[in-house]
């Protein structure tokens, strides 16, 4: 397997160390850390993100040492044991999200798929584009669905209709997080990675970095990522507390 370079892997330490608010070396240090949310604001949760050996877990300021000392002793592995990662949060839980790939592709790890089939979208794709979302259901749009008016977005047709479409949002300086959906009646055929990877090489000609991020249990989309060169950086999951109806971090 080709690897990420160098200059990418220091971006991509650059961008998860701003978003904890830590020195880049913790990002390698084995062992749990706990660290007072920094990118995810007041987010009424937690965030855990996994490395190898390291686990990093963002929490609300006012919850700081009382996570500390029910989860900072734990081993990186606790991420794979939710019953008992959950179990010692002591906070009623309203969602999990979560164990989910982070991967990055660059250059030199890039694969991409033939581009035929697919375009970037304009305003005038406006009509398509809202059919082809009413298509998708509402959970699938908030997982996979683009803003074609604040972002690049890609789209794959069949005959004059959308049936798959991809776009990035840029967050933080370098990283283009890419979102992708499939009307559900095209499924299965190919086009989710057509579209991410017209999107990844708009990304890379821009001189970003694309970031992929799908639950660990959703076998097509990794399989997306994978046959696109897409490595794995990290898992994160997201646990959001009961109460404050704050959104997702973003991560």
Not at 54 to 67: A, C, F, K, N
Not at 126 to 131: H, Y
Request: hydrophobic content about 45%; charged content about 20%.
């Amino acid at each position: 397997m080709i690897n990420l370079s160098q200059a990418t892997l220091a971006a991509v330490d650059r961008y998860w160390a701003a978003f904890f608010g830590c020195d880049p070396a913790l990002l390698v240090a084995p062992g749990t850390t706990i660290v007072p949310h920094a990118g995810l604001g007041d987010y009424h949760g937690l965030f855990a993100f996994r490395r190898r050996e390291t686990l990093i877990i963002s929490v609300p300021p006012g919850r700081l040492e009382q996570d500390r000392a029910a989860l900072g002793a734990f081993p990186a592995t606790l991420l794979d044991d939710l019953p008992t990662l959950l179990g010692q949060i002591a906070a009623p839980i309203e969602r999990v999200v979560g164990p989910a790939f982070v991967g990055y592709a660059d250059a030199a790890t890039f694969r991409p798929e033939s581009a035929a089939g697919t375009r970037l979208l304009t305003g005038d794709d406006r009509e398509r584009f809202e059919r082809f979302r009413d298509a998708c259901s509402a959970l699938e749009w908030e997982h996979g669905g683009s803003n074609l008016d604040a972002q690049p977005v890609v789209g794959y047709f069949v005959s004059d209709q959308i049936v798959a479409a991809s776009g990035f949002e840029l967050w933080g300086e370098q990283i283009a997080h890419i979102a992708v959906v499939t009307h559900p009646g095209y499924r299965g055929l190919g086009y989710g990675g057509k579209v991410v990877s017209a999107i990844v090489a708009l990304a890379l000609e821009r001189g970003l970095i694309p970031q992929y991020r799908t639950l660990m249990s959703n076998t097509p989309s990794i399989k997306i990522g994978a046959a696109l060169g897409f490595v794995l950086y990290g898992e994160s999951v997201a646990v959001r507390l009961k109460g404050d109806q704050i959104g997702f971090p973003r991560n």
